[in-house]
């Protein structure tokens, strides 16, 4: 009967969810900071209503 | 479309983790940490799927030079690399208590380190590259040689190997005897994947909406 | 015609300016002996581990060395403000690739002659008997290294940060050359036949096939203005 190791899952998916849930992270904020200057940009256009 | 494809993936993950935890069976032989092969192995599948993207795109932009296609191989890179890590990190961990140190220099575990520093390359060579065009033209290239470059990785280290190590640490993961274990393993891939393809259309979109904006 | 003209062309150049300068061929003698010191100072105590090693060592101290040689491939061009020449130069650019790849591929014999020698003499290695098949080795393995390191020393010429992006670029990608290599010199210094190590060999064929191609194929686009 083999130990389980459970302490080691844990730790590799915890490590698989920081990374992918990091990336989405960073993906987000791309977004938001694509969206930003764009916003500014057509309100000093005067192009938002 | 991107936004139903996340929530899709994102469901496509959650019953991966069911069925990596809840539905498949914990395996005879090496017990629960078994369970690490439901992210380890999905993961390096994933990467080599985006690396064929990347070895596409790049082709497609050295030949057309649309920015899309170039948009395409930039995001598949990343998620590559992003994938590779988790392959790699999750091996390590894996390889702690089976093997008894984190880092052995295996077939496989060194093939994607290889694979890891190579992609990371690519990244490297667009950011260093003051004109962007021409990052992309440089970055294509290394795309393209790198991608080629994933059979000749995988012959040499696991010959370089072969001589030194018994073949059972060389296949993937547990032997694929037990059915419900491939079937796991298949439904956790599906999950990633769909996380995979997610990520490499959002990041394909932000790239083009970011060139769009300096334009 | 035309082409073996120009690669000539290319070749002669670079072989007289070299004959002229001695810059690199210099760098790279002297760069040789300093690593067969660090050899023997930090591996020279145990004899029996150095002899081991040593297929290893031999190869590192050619790679090492080619990277100093390598990465300067196109930097006389930049420097001298022969750059906008070549990428003037009508028609396929791949002459200009093969002509390159020609040179390296003759500096690179120059630094493994003196590397092989300068171990034969200080390490005690005995190549006699494996020379023929080491000498196919050598020639296959250069050429793949050669191949990737002048496409890849073009790309890094135009970019500022080139001493640091060369070899993280090439060494990577040349991991299975480099394993390739040492194997078959080890199985050969080991005293067994070239038949033992063939899929080494073939691995190395299909290696350097796939980087010439590629080379061909992509050189005139990393020209690109």
Redesign the interface.
């Known amino acids: 009967m083999s130990a389980d190791h459970w302490g080691f899952v844990a730790g590799a998916y915890g490590v698989a969810l920081l990374a992918l849930g990091g990336y989405w992270r960073r993906l987000v904020h791309l977004e938001r900071s694509l969206k930003t200057p764009v916003l500014r940009a057509t309100r000093r256009r005067g192009l938002t209503r | 479309m991107t936004r139903s494809l996340g929530i899709v993936a994102v469901l496509g993950v959650v019953v991966a983790g069911v069925v990596a935890f809840g539905l498949a069976p914990r395996e005879v032989t090496q017990g629960n940490v078994q369970r690490i092969m439901y992210v380890h192995v999905p993961a390096i599948g994933v990467a080599y799927l985006a690396f064929i993207l990347v070895f596409v795109a790049s082709i497609t932009y050295?030949w057309t030079r649309a920015p899309e296609a170039d948009h395409t191989a930039h995001a598949a890179v990343e998620v590559g690399v992003l994938f590779l890590g988790v392959n790699i990190a999750t091996g390590a961990i894996w390889g702690k208590p089976t093997w008894g140190t984190w880092w052995t220099w295996d077939a496989r575990l060194t093939s994607a380190a290889?694979l890891f520093?190579?992609f990371v390359?690519y990244l490297?060579?667009r950011g260093?590259?003051?004109d962007h065009e021409?990052g992309a033209?440089?970055a294509?290239?290394?795309g393209?040689?790198?991608a080629?470059?994933i059979p000749?990785?995988h012959?040499?280290?696991y010959?370089?190997r072969a001589l030194h190590q018994p073949p059972t640490f060389l296949k993937p993961g547990p032997a694929a005897a037990s059915a419900s274990i491939g079937w796991s393993l298949l439904v956790c891939f599906a999950g990633l994947a769909l996380l995979g393809a997610y990520f490499v259309t959002k990041r394909y979109a932000l790239l083009r909406a970011q060139q769009q904006a300096s334009a | 015609m035309r082409f073996v003209r120009r690669t000539w062309a290319v070749v002669r150049k670079d072989v007289l300016i070299e004959r002229r300068t001695k810059e690199t061929v210099n760098a790279v003698v002297f760069f040789s002996v300093l690593l067969l010191f660090v050899f023997e100072f930090t591996l020279g105590a145990d004899r029996e581990r150095l002899a081991a090693v040593l297929p290893g060592l031999l190869w590192l101290a050619v790679l090492l060395t080619a990277l100093l040689g390598l990465g300067r491939t196109f930097v006389l061009e930049r420097e001298n403000d022969c750059w906008e020449a070549l990428l003037l130069t009508p028609g396929d650019k791949s002459a200009v690739y093969v002509g390159k790849l020609a040179g390296n591929g003759l500096l690179m014999a120059l630094v493994e002659t003196i590397v092989l020698l300068l171990f034969t003499l200080f390490l005690n290695v005995d190549v006699a008997g494996a020379l023929p098949g080491l000498l196919l080795v050598l020639a296959l393995g250069t050429i793949g290294i050669a191949a990737?390191g002048t496409?890849f020393g073009a790309?890094t010429a135009?970019?500022?940060?080139r001493e640091?992006?060369f070899p993280?670029?090439l060494l990577?990608?040349l991991?299975?050359?480099l394993?390739?290599i040492v194997?078959s010199t080890e199985a050969l210094l080991a005293g067994e036949p070239l038949g033992a190590v063939e899929?080494?060999l073939k691995?190395l064929a299909?290696?350097d096939v796939?980087?010439v191609v590629?080379g061909l194929l992509?050189f005139d686009?990393?020209l690109?203005g």
């Open positions: 050295l290889i520093v190579v390359g490297l060579v260093m590259t003051d021409r033209r440089f294509a290239v290394v393209i040689v790198g080629l470059n000749l990785v012959f040499s280290v010959w370089w | 990737v496409l790309m135009q970019v500022r940060t640091l992006l993280v670029l990577p990608v991991v299975p050359v394993l390739a194997r899929h080494w691995l299909a290696a796939i980087y590629t992509t686009v990393v690109e």
